[in-house]
């Protein structure tokens, strides 16, 4: 059974970095094909990506947030890292991991944590 | 910077058939965007339902179909069912980089 899970800080200053971590479960991260990404939603509003890690260690970006976000893996640990810079009240969303498998006739996004809601508020 | 456009509101009454379309701003969409659609109810995370296009995951129910109509990627429901109420968006890919739909609020009534 592949699970997600996110975690993080519930509260942010503005300005400041925020760290959300994936942890999973049920597949492997060097398993090639398969891949994790983090999306968001501001409340009431739409999903957002926002970047992607492959088994391969490639790393894909929101091309309006790239210059803020970073994104990493510990295979070991199966855990995928996010962090955003400079964070803002108009980046308070839920964030949410999710896997994506890559097959022949092309991506498949098909399992999701439940989310964590970050508030940025000073 | 590029938008995915979907109808903000669609209105079905049970056990009819509901088309929502997903539209890009650079053009026709084809299979080559790689079309993912999912469902979100109110306090849920999303719910995949397709992929590439028209691939079913395991879990999806089988009055849920998607294509690609007139350069948009399609979702159709058919048959629908009250708990089909829900948003709906969809997701293309560009090249290195993915784009959710605006989404769609489907009612059942």
């Known amino acids: 059974q592949v699970t997600l899970r996110e975690s993080g800080p519930a509260l942010v200053k503005p300005t400041q970095t925020l760290t959300l971590t994936c942890t999973f479960s049920?597949?492997?991260?060097?398993?090639?094909?398969?891949?994790v990404s983090w999306i968001r939603q501001p409340p009431g509003k739409a999903l957002e990506w926002l970047a992607l890690?492959?088994?391969?260690?490639?790393?894909y970006y929101s091309t309006s947030l790239k210059t803020r976000l970073t994104i990493s893996k510990d295979t070991s640990k199966n855990q995928v890292v996010l962090t955003m810079t400079n964070m803002d009240p108009v980046d308070t969303a839920t964030y949410y991991c999710a896997r994506i498998r890559q097959e022949l006739q092309g991506d498949a996004f098909d399992i999701w944590g439940q989310g964590t809601m970050v508030t940025v508020s000073s | 910077q590029t938008v995915v456009t979907q109808e903000p509101s669609l209105t079905v009454s049970p056990g009819g058939t509901v088309t929502l379309t997903c539209a890009s701003s650079?053009?026709?969409?084809?299979?080559?965007?790689?079309p993912n659609w999912f469902q979100q109810k109110p306090g849920q995370a999303p719910r995949a339902l397709i992929y590439?296009?028209?691939n079913k995951h395991s879990w999806t129910p089988a009055r849920f179909s998607g294509s690609l109509l007139g350069g948009k990627a399609a979702l159709t429901l058919s048959g629908v069912q009250p708990e089909d109420e829900a948003e709906y968006y969809c997701?293309?890919?560009?090249?290195?980089?993915?784009?959710f739909g605006t989404g769609t609020k489907v009612t059942v009534l």
């Open positions: 049920g597949f492997s991260l060097s398993t090639s094909g398969m891949c």
């Open positions: 650079t053009g026709a969409v084809t299979s080559g965007y790689y």
């Open positions: 997701l293309l890919y560009y090249g290195g980089a993915y784009v």
């Open positions: 890690i492959d088994w391969d260690d490639d790393k």
């Open positions: 590439s296009t028209s």
